[in-house]
């Protein structure tokens, strides 16, 4: 059984990315069944002006280019936030084997929150999942972007 405190350590470091950089603090990596990086990411929504630049989505795309397949039933993404229906929609499609997050999105969370499209058995794929893992830290980096934003008015 992976290490989820590593991988999430991993997501994290790329949510800091994020954050120095004034976007959502949201990070993920795309570990292989080894547990070697395959791909990361972090939200560069603002910074590519692309709705669809979410950390997951360019974590996934990375790994898929680096392993040569679009299919990634052999590996975890971890991500610092519960993905939203766009990107959970990508999991299922590349058939993720594991996704690990860290904070709960009351708002948009499509890992069992407010939707469960990772769980959706009417799909072609569910993977594993497993959340709260560093929540607090994960959901500490986001109440502080949100914060410092409201700050600046």
């Known amino acids: 059984m992976m290490d989820f405190s590593y991988c999430m350590e991993l997501a994290f470091r790329e949510a800091l990315k994020a954050f120095e950089s004034r976007e959502v603090p949201v990070g993920a990596v795309v570990l292989d069944g080894d547990g070697h990086v395959v791909g990361k990411g972090y939200n560069q929504v603002e910074t590519l002006c692309d709705a669809t630049a979410h950390a997951e989505m360019i974590a996934l795309t990375s790994a898929m280019a680096t392993l040569g397949t679009k299919y990634l039933q052999d590996c975890t993404l971890a991500v610092t936030m519960e993905p939203c229906p766009m990107c959970a929609g990508a999991i299922v499609n590349a058939k993720v084997g594991r996704v690990v997050f860290g904070a709960y999105d009351a708002k948009m969370g499509a890992a069992g929150s ?40």
Not at 133 to 153: A, N, S, V
């Open 114 to 153: 407010v939707l469960n499209v990772t769980g959706c058995r009417q799909l072609n794929h569910q993977p594993e999942v497993f959340g709260g893992i560093m929540e607090g830290r994960c959901q500490g980096i986001l109440q502080d972007f949100f914060k410092e934003l409201r700050k600046k008015g």
